[in-house]
């Protein structure tokens, strides 16, 4: 299981409580009230998907619901991540991950 | 579908629209604040995940906001206007339409990037991103980060990292230093923001992080762990930084696709973050019951945004007959001439964050400028040599600009490029702004429904 890191959260900072969401079925320590993009970029996952012709990594961007770049799976929904909030239990997929082609 | 009715709908709640959500209540007027965070503040005052005790600016702004008697409307996204201020939206509960005599456009700034090899990296993030990472989610961007851009926004992030903790390996601006030294009057005419840049800048140097004036990011690849980024100096001669992310931009620039899809006219204004809204001294736009207001209008930060919020909620107001004339006039005056003294750091600040003209006269062909279709410069390159002079055109020609994130990413690198080949910045229009402004689920569009609720027609007769 990937660790809530302490390195990247800042310590001083308030945050709701602990909990635990599936990625590709991968349980990630996370904290209520976090989006999924920012859970996953604190446990040091970057790459969420692959771009469409060259099939090159991507991970978010803007943080902001513009980019597009961090769309994920959650509970078999297509959604932004920064946009998603974790809840415990949340199972979330990267779109392409099962996908050998890519 | 739900429908609601408003006097004054406001899209946007950072500085500018919760502000003049506030001033437009206070004077009666029956306004509904629209935004797709979960809380008012915007991207300057993000609210933190979890609601905490009165901390700052934003705490104060979002309490203020909850006493003043206007409605919100939170984690709603609009998606097109049609009809007469009809505004479609998108939210938790499904679709939702809002009927609305004015409407307020305060959608705020977003941040350009000009494209280099590695900028589509997983690790590579927005400056703007950095600081909802620190403000929303209490969370570094990396430990050992390098932070590109122009302006103020790359030293307030670099700050914040070593603030809490973490080494920046290059702080990197396209700007001389003198350009800094140049907008010190402007600085000047703000103390107390010119004061807290100062304090960056000197903490900064004082624990020896790197400051590379007139440098850009040439490259970034992976090493598995973390990035390669290589920073070149304005002769062309490169440097190597390991880090494990690096936060890039390139200015900020006016979100002005609501204006556009409403048929208001634009106009071009460098040192206000490029294409603007036409508008009268109030924020009145240029069709009727329309106003616009904050880093939406004209890119001058969230001091001046207050000021403009409020003249606009004024100007609605009074259009709306809800305060005379001889009542609204002084109080204008008053956020009027505020709203002018704080423009001039906005402009200086502007003048930092302009584009040069030669931004990406080196990026290699095989660069991806689109993300979105993954289009690369070349195909870019060729369209512009057979003939294409706009970023419509290019649209055309290459499918640039029309996936999902709907040219919010790449306009600029398409602009930078057409730049390039001759043509100047005002002669390049932002491409038509169509609906959906924003990606709508299926379901955005049509809500829930029952089989029995179709309505089928009668089988014709055999």
Redesign the interface.
């Given at each position: 299981m990937s660790t809530a890191s302490p390195?990247?959260?800042?310590q001083?900072?308030?945050?709701?409580e602990a909990c635990c969401f599936l990625l590709d079925d991968e349980p990630i320590a996370a904290?209520?009230?976090?989006?999924i993009a920012?859970a996953l970029?604190?446990v040091g996952i970057?790459?969420?998907r692959h771009?469409?012709?060259?099939k090159?990594?991507?991970?978010?961007?803007?943080?902001?619901?513009?980019?597009?770049?961090c769309?994920i799976s959650v509970d078999g929904?297509?959604q932004e991540a920064c946009?998603t909030?974790v809840r415990h239990g949340l199972q979330v997929h990267r779109i392409d991950h099962a996908d050998p082609t890519r | 579908m739900q429908t609601l009715h408003a006097k004054l709908a406001i899209i946007g709640a950072g500085p500018a629209g919760s502000n003049a959500a506030i001033r437009a209540a206070s004077l009666g007027v029956d306004v509904l604040l629209i935004d797709e965070k979960p809380a008012a503040g915007g991207q300057v005052y993000h609210a933190p995940d979890k609601p905490q005790a009165l901390r700052d600016e934003g705490d104060r702004l979002r309490k203020r906001l909850a006493n003043s008697g206007a409605r919100c409307l939170f984690e709603h996204r609009l998606w097109h206007i049609g009809g007469e201020r009809h505004l479609l939206l998108d939210g938790p509960e499904g679709p939702v339409k809002v009927k609305a005599k004015a409407i307020l456009i305060a959608t705020g700034a977003i941040e350009r990037w000009h494209p280099f090899p590695g900028w589509t990296l997983p690790g590579v993030i927005g400056l703007a991103a950095a600081t909802i990472l620190f403000k929303a989610h209490g969370i570094m961007p990396g430990q050992r980060v390098v932070v590109a851009g122009p302006g103020p926004l790359a030293p307030l992030v670099a700050n914040l990292i070593r603030e809490a903790g973490g080494s920046v390996v290059a702080l990197v601006d396209p700007a001389p230093f003198s350009a800094w030294l140049r907008a010190t009057p402007a600085l000047l005419t703000q103390p107390e923001q010119a004061f807290r840049g100062a304090r960056w800048i000197v903490s900064l140097k004082r624990s020896g992080t790197p400051i590379l004036h007139r440098h850009k990011i040439q490259s970034a690849t992976s090493t598995g762990t973390g990035l390669m980024v290589e920073i070149a100096d304005h002769k062309g001669q490169v440097s190597q930084f390991d880090a494990d992310a690096l936060c890039v931009g390139a200015g900020l620039q006016p979100t002005t696709d609501t204006a556009r899809l409403i048929g208001a006219d634009i106009r071009y204004d460098a040192l206000l973050g490029g294409w603007i809204p036409v508008l009268d001294s109030d924020g009145r736009m240029s069709v009727p019951f329309a106003y616009a207001a904050g880093d939406g209008a004209a890119v001058r930060g969230a001091i001046p945004a207050v000021h403009a919020g409020n003249l606009a909620a004024l100007a609605a107001a009074l259009d709306l007959g809800h305060i005379e004339a001889r009542q609204a006039e002084p109080l204008m005056k008053t956020e009027r001439r505020a709203l002018l003294q704080a423009t001039r750091l906005g402009k200086a600040m502007g003048r930092l964050m302009m584009p040069s003209p030669d931004a990406l006269g080196d990026l290699p062909d095989s660069s991806v400028v689109c993300r979105c279709e993954d289009i690369d410069a070349a195909a870019v390159r060729a369209a512009i040599t057979d003939g294409a002079t706009t970023v419509n055109a290019l649209k055309s020609a290459t499918r640039c600009a029309m996936g999902p994130c709907g040219g919010r990413v790449c306009v600029e690198g398409l602009t930078a490029l057409l730049e390039q080949s001759g043509i100047a910045r005002e002669a390049i229009l932002p491409p038509t702004a169509r609906t959906p402004l924003r990606p709508v689920p299926l379901s955005g569009l049509t809500g829930t429904f029952e089989y029995s609720d179709i309505p089928l027609p009668e089988p014709s007769p055999a």
């Open positions: 390195t990247l959260r800042i001083t900072f308030a945050r709701g904290f209520e009230g976090e989006t920012a970029w604190a970057r790459s969420l771009s469409p012709q060259r090159d990594p991507r991970g978010a961007l803007c943080f902001m619901g513009s980019c597009q770049e769309k929904v297509l946009r909030r | -």
